[in-house]
């Protein structure tokens, strides 16, 4: 996925009521943008420090930019608009990127499924019978390891989608949980027990139930961003 064009440069002043960010950009120009991410974004943000961002020329965009790359406390890059994660498993699964995931026929995005009337994010049809793919992106990171963790605040939703999936592995039914860890110098994932440990049961409970857990690691840069490898998952048990 490449940025285009490539994406402005600023420092962060701060963000606040969870979807603004003031930032002033390297020309000095004093701006309020779009903070895409619903998370508490913890050791992701550092005020004063390097942010990159895409600026909107619609006039009908009360806010003129998004904030999409961030440095992180202990010099990462981390891309902080949730909403890329999705585009940039959709790009790697059609580029067959996704090993475990190749040879699909057809792919579907935001299904309805489930027994708590849940959306997927990606249906993928095989010859063999239909996949379900729930996507999560990852920025969670900490000093001194590359175990990145997730999530960074409570997620009631994202247990639930767990719940849905191991739903569909007890059926047959194959189910797959899929981490996008849009941060750099990572190595594997865990559950953020510490966090959400309703969170972290529910991931276990999934496992044993059947359901897949992947993670796959992103190269980021300010002009361009891709799913370039797979990571370990870490469950702790």
């Known amino acids: 996925m490449r940025f285009n064009p490539p994406l402005e440069e600023g420092r962060l002043i701060r963000r606040y009521k969870r979807f603004l960010a003031d930032i002033e950009t390297v020309g000095g120009e004093f701006l309020t943008i779009h903070c895409p991410n619903t998370g508490s974004m913890l050791n992701c943000m550092v005020e004063g420090g390097p942010v990159w961002f895409s600026r909107s020329n619609d006039p009908k965009r009360k806010l003129p930019g998004t904030w999409e790359i961030t440095q992180t406390p202990q010099g990462r890059l981390a891309c902080v608009n949730t909403a890329r994660a999705n585009q940039l498993v959709e790009e790697?699964?059609?580029?067959?990127?996704?090993?475990?995931?190749?040879?699909?026929?057809?792919?579907?995005?935001?299904?309805?499924?489930?027994?708590?009337?849940?959306?997927?994010?990606?249906?993928?049809?095989?010859?063999?019978?239909?996949?379900?793919?729930?996507?999560?992106?990852?920025?969670?990171?900490?000093?001194?390891?590359?175990?990145?963790?997730?999530?960074?605040?409570?997620?009631?939703?994202?247990?639930?989608?767990?719940?849905?999936?191991?739903?569909?592995?007890?059926?047959?039914?194959?189910?797959?949980?899929?981490?996008?860890?849009?941060?750099?110098?990572?190595?594997?994932?865990?559950?953020?027990?510490?966090?959400?440990?309703?969170?972290?049961?529910?991931?276990?409970?999934?496992?044993?139930a059947g359901v897949e857990i992947l993670a796959y690691g992103v190269r980021l840069t300010a002009q361009e961003m891709c799913i370039d490898r797979p990571l370990g998952v870490l469950l702790g048990d």
């Open 92 to 208: 790697a699964l059609r580029a067959g990127i996704i090993d475990e995931l190749n040879g699909f026929t057809g792919l579907k995005r935001e299904v309805a499924y489930g027994q708590e009337k849940s959306r997927i994010d990606f249906r993928l049809d095989y010859p063999t019978g239909a996949a379900y793919v729930e996507v999560k992106s990852v920025t969670l990171g900490f000093d001194g390891t590359s175990i990145a963790a997730f999530p960074d605040a409570v997620t009631q939703r994202g247990a639930k989608h767990l719940r849905e999936l191991a739903h569909l592995a007890r059926s047959g039914v194959r189910a797959v949980q899929l981490y996008c860890v849009n941060l750099s110098g990572i190595d594997a994932v865990r559950p953020a027990e510490e966090i959400d440990a309703g969170y972290a049961a529910a991931l276990r409970e999934a496992k044993a």
